[in-house]
């Protein structure tokens, strides 16, 4: 599944540490078209980063505790807001193995997993979205939920509780600025300095919202540059608004193809009968956009 915790792939080498993001003056950033040039800097060659910016990373850390299994819901828009929005959920040994089970599945003992009393699996749930309805788990986000677990295999008569918790699972995200609400809002043109992000605020979600930039070596003008991958993460309260950065975009050049995801989310360790379990909820949504750094006015 493609961005199946997109949280935690973008966390692997960072180091947690506290940083305050400065007040800025809010106003209008909006572009207005100018004429834009093709890239001539030789310093653009193929390379690869993947770290993160100083930042309170705090309980999205949590993913990174070794457990048996692994529960959990995402919703997510991944490729720009014109898309439909996939709720799914995952069930099953975790990918972060304890050391005791991690060399073999069969070690695990079977298990059956609820969010919220609806059995959840690897499928995803809101394709239809009737059936995402009638399971009960597009109304998961925004509240407190309960994982509960039961022993395998599973029967409708069957009641052997392995044991429950409650973890909240955050409102799901919306990216309301830049604006890609339409078809002429796609892409849009963004400047690196003085780039404020908007999106919906959860004021109930004390773990704040995961920003990244990502970029594949696209670009409107010119050649690709092939073999390339820049991801940078940066944390910010969920206070709805944020200035990025100017570090986010380093190493990314003028009339780049970029993404943006802002995503939030929960997650907890438990343990019940020998055996520990990840609970998780996270959602996120990603825009493309055209990164700009030299534009000359006509």
Request: charged share 25%; aromatic share 10%; glycine share 6%.
């Amino acid at each position: 599944m493609k961005n199946k915790h997109y949280i935690l792939v973008s966390l692997i080498c960072m180091i947690s540490c506290t940083d305050r993001v400065a007040d800025f003056e809010k106003r209008d950033h909006s572009f207005e078209a100018g004429t834009l040039s093709f890239l001539k800097d030789d310093n653009y060659l193929p390379h690869t980063v993947d770290n993160a910016l100083p930042g309170n990373y705090g309980t999205f850390l949590k993913y990174f505790v070794p457990t048996d299994y692994e529960i959990g819901i995402s919703s997510r828009i991944d490729e720009g807001a014109l898309t439909e929005r996939t709720i799914s959920c995952i069930s099953g040994p975790s990918e972060f193995r304890s050391v005791q089970t991690r060399s073999s599945d069969r070690s695990l003992p079977q298990i059956v997993s609820f969010i919220d009393g609806t059995r959840v699996s690897q499928e995803s749930l809101s394709q239809a979205k009737t059936r995402g309805i009638e399971n009960g788990l597009l109304n998961a986000f925004g509240k407190k939920v309960t994982f509960s677990f039961q022993k395998g295999p599973y029967t409708r008569s069957s009641d052997e509780s392995l044991g429950s918790t409650e973890l909240y699972i955050p409102e799901e995200i919306e990216i309301l600025a830049p604006s890609a609400n339409t078809e002429d809002e796609l892409n849009p043109l963004c400047y690196y300095k003085d780039f404020i992000l908007k999106w919906n605020k959860d004021e109930n979600n004390k773990n704040g919202v995961l920003v990244a930039v990502e970029w594949y070596g696209g670009m409107v003008l010119g050649n690709d540059i092939e073999d390339t991958h820049v991801r940078r993460v940066v944390t910010f309260p969920d206070t709805g608004e944020a200035l990025l950065p100017e570090r986010l975009f380093d190493g990314i050049p003028d009339t780049a193809i970029c993404h943006l995801t802002v995503l939030r989310g929960n997650v907890d360790n438990v343990t019940f009968n020998q055996n520990t379990y990840k609970v998780l909820g996270e959602t996120h949504q990603t825009i493309p956009f055209i990164l700009l750094r030299e534009v000359c006015r006509k």
